[in-house]
């Protein structure tokens, strides 16, 4: 399982593209492929498979693997963190797949686009996915319920898709019962690739206006703290509390 951060060949780490280059079959979905192209090699299998196709690609990277062929499994961001890793673990102790599992970790979407940002996640913060194909919604109403009330700085993944037009704007209503209207929101699409952007809104922004969110962004709501400077967003760790800067 290589983890290939957010998309750009010079931020995947040197394990990884080792692993990418040692590998006799690579799958993935299409656009994560098309992303690393000048990783591949011609002489390399190569599967790559749409979106909505997870449980397949897995169960084939497992079935070459225990055929003895060395596979590579590519994630967008990292394996562990809203990706395949625990779909490959699940399949494999189930079909009691014999075969050796590696994870190897890449650059989260939450950390690319806080540092494209600024500083937002330097405090506690909950990562929360507004999907809910997998999840139910009342679930990840309650979870973003209880991240607002805890103050938590929260970073949300899969905002809005073509089907999912008004959940973020449902979830920024929830967390403005107890959040500023003023608190400051990064919305970054499409981190280090073509087409990126970033926006600096405010939370009743978030909740009102129609912004420019797909399932390519990330949005991170900041906490009680959060402030702006620089074009920049900033969540304070609580140094200033403690010591004379």
């Not at 062929?69 to 494999?92: F, H, K, N, T």
């Not at 050796?100 to 929360?128: Q, T, V």
């Not at 089907?163 to 500023?180: N, P, Q, V, W, Y």
Request: negative net charge; charged residues 20%.
């Amino acid at each position: 399982m290589v983890g290939t951060g957010p998309g750009p060949v010079d931020l995947i780490c040197p394990r990884a593209r080792d692993a990418i280059a040692a590998a006799q079959v690579v799958l993935g979905y299409r656009t994560y492929l098309e992303l690393i192209s000048e990783l591949l090699r011609p002489d390399q299998e190569i599967t790559g498979s749409a979106m909505m196709q997870e449980v397949e690609r897995c169960s084939k990277a497992l079935d070459l693997a225990s055929q003895g062929r060395s596979v590579a499994l590519v994630c967008g961001g990292d394996p562990g963190i809203y990706a395949m890793a625990g779909l490959v673990y699940q399949l494999a102790r189930t079909e009691g797949q014999p075969v050796d599992i590696e994870i190897i970790p890449g650059i989260p979407a939450l950390s690319a686009c806080a540092a494209l940002l600024g500083a937002p996640l330097m405090h506690d913060f909950a990562a929360i996915s507004l999907s809910d194909l997998l999840t139910p919604w009342e679930i990840i109403e309650r979870r973003l319920k209880l991240a607002a009330e805890a103050d938590f700085v929260i970073a949300i993944y899969n905002p809005a898709s073509k089907k999912r037009r008004e959940h973020i704007k449902k979830a920024a209503t929830m967390i403005l019962e107890h959040r500023s209207p003023d608190t400051p929101v990064g919305v970054v699409t499409a981190a280090y690739r073509s087409g990126q952007s970033i926006q600096l809104v405010t939370l009743d922004q978030l909740a009102r206006e129609h912004l420019d969110i797909t399932m390519q962004s990330t949005v991170i709501v900041g906490n009680s703290r959060t402030f702006t400077w620089n074009n920049r967003m900033i969540t304070p760790r609580g140094y200033e509390d403690k010591y004379a800067i």
